[in-house]
């Protein structure tokens, strides 16, 4: 599949909790036929070197290596449709009528909306995101990490970032619910504006 209405780019904390929530909504009418893919690069997530004893639900001394492997599988296992892409970078971005092409160091794929979940590493070269970076502004100024200007996470139409590339401290829960921030902000945009979330009852 080569073509998304939203296509994450990123699969770290914010990434995938981006993934879960907007996959969670295959059954509303409103979502139903929507397109969602992830770009699962996992290379550089922060998590990979952490050890997690501090985030709720989570058992204490997980390694953040289990939870990005284990976050693929529950994507996969639970939200099929989510459609995973492997082991690509992304390092273009081209706003063409309406709509965006990214461009990966292996393919071309088009998306209505993008959202970036890259983290704040200075490192950071994606072409035609490069003018909206500017330095993190809650981090220490001596780690030199960066941000992409936003209002609520939004950059520019079409356009979001999440985690801590969107500003955010870096907390593992922090990073996960500015993903499922943006992921109801976007049900609710497909679903008319309707103030929209998605939760799953005991019957
Ligand atoms: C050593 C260490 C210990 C930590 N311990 C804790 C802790 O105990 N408790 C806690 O709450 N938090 C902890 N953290 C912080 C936590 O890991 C981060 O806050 C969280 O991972 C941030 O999530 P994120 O999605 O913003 O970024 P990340 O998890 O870093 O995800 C970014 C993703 O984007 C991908 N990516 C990068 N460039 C591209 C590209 N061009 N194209 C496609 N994909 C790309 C990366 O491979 C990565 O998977 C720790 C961090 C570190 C480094």
Known sequence: MNTFDVLIIGG?????????????????????????????HQKTSALASGIFNNVLGIKPGTTGKEILDEGKKHLAETYPHVFQIEKEKVIKIESKAGSFMITTNKNNYQAKIIIVAVGPSNLFNIEGLNQYVEPHQKLPAAK????????????????????????????????????????TDILTEWNNGNPTMVHDAIE
Not at 19 to 26: C, E, H, P, Q
Not at 157 to 183: D, N, P, T
């Open 144 to 183: 030199e990490r960066i941000q992409l200007k936003n209002n609520d996470h939004k950059v520019s139409e079409g356009i979001y970032v999440v985690g801590v590339l969107a500003g955010w401290r870096s907390q593992f829960s922090i990073a996960c619910g500015s993903g499922a921030s943006v992921a």
């Open 12 to 40: 770290g904390a914010a990434g995938m909790s981006t993934a879960l929530v907007l996959g969670s909504a295959k059954n509303k009418p409103f979502a139903s036929n929507k397109t969602i893919g992830i770009i699962i």
